[in-house]
């Protein structure tokens, strides 16, 4: 194999392996604590089985809001007890899903109500 060959080769790896590596971290910025505080919601109304929709009747049983909640801080003793209580604060909420990651003291808490 000459010179050309065996660099086109190693090229053609490491565009391979940096795709690989894309694919691994795909959303996982989304979950890892940053090193500054920080807090928000998304809210957006949906048919059960449907997703989003601006145009449905209030009173149609199928309908449902959808709130995306998160908070970004330094880990400490109670916190988790202390997000609880705040979802159960919100009379007709229920959690649907919940993404927690501690890293370096840090943690980001993802709550789908």
Known sequence: MDKAALLGEVVRH??????RANDATEGVVDVVPGETDEVGVEEDDCLLNRGPTHDVDDDDPRWRRRVRAWVCCADRPGLMSDLARAVRSVGSARPVRAEIATVGGRTRNVLEL
Request: charged share 35%.
């Open 14 to 19: 490491v565009r391979e392996l940096q795709g």
